[in-house]
């Protein structure tokens, strides 16, 4: 029953990587749950322009096929079937090796399982990547790589994480939910957190 936020209005444009940034409870997964379409806004509308693919790492394990190279082609539509090699370049940047592309998925660890998801996600080339927390269960060599990855990244960027350090090193704007608005600044999360704090002292 409470109002996380009211009277927002913001808009990402081309080529943004954004930052989202909020104590906790502040509605950052509300946001996200909204951009998705997976909760209905009160008021007011989330516009996103037609055809466009917003892609969400999820943590929800499903696998249906047989092997880990099977498993990241299933995502590939008809007319990209020939892009498997797309990823396996993904694949061994999150550090699996040629002898793991044939082994059942269901047979790793959790985090390579998270991996292999993060790994159809970015293979799938979506316009947006949504990503919360995808520095979990990466290694250090996996997160060095997809901080790589997302910096060559074309498309737009919405990124939640406690890994300031990776925050900061991937985004060009920070958007924070502060008492229930949104502010949208230019650049990365250094400098933000004393702006906030000294708005607080004043308040």
């Known amino acids: 029953g409470r109002t996380v936020f009211e009277n927002v209005n913001f808009i990402i444009n081309a080529h943004e990587k954004v930052g989202l940034i909020g104590k906790n409870g502040s509605g950052k997964s509300t946001f996200l749950k909204l951009m998705l379409g997976k909760l209905e806004a009160d008021s007011g509308a989330v516009e996103i322009p037609r055809g466009y693919r917003i892609g969400h790492l999820e943590q929800h394990i499903h696998f249906t096929h047989n092997t880990v190279m ?3 082609c299933s995502v590939l539509p008809m007319d990209r079937e020939h892009e498997g090699w797309k990823g396996e370049n993904i ?3 999150l550090g699996f090796s040629y002898e793991d592309l044939e082994k059942d998925p269901k047979q790793f660890s959790g985090g390579f399982q998270v991996k292999l998801n993060l790994a159809k996600l970015l293979l799938v080339e979506p316009q947006m990547l949504l990503l919360d927390e995808p520095t979990n269960y990466l290694d250090i ?3 060095r790589w997809l901080k790589e990855f997302l910096n060559d990244w074309r498309g737009e960027l919405i990124l939640i994480t406690h890994d300031r350090d990776f925050m900061d090193s991937v985004i060009n704007n920070t958007l924070i939910i502060h ?6 600044i230019p650049g990365n999360t250094k400098g933000v957190r004393e702006k906030i704090a000294l708005e607080e002292e004043i308040y």
């Open 141 to 143: 060599h996996s997160i």
């Open 179 to 184: 008492r229930g608005e949104f502010k949208k």
């Open 91 to 93: 694949l061994y940047g």
């Open 70 to 72: 099977e498993e990241i």
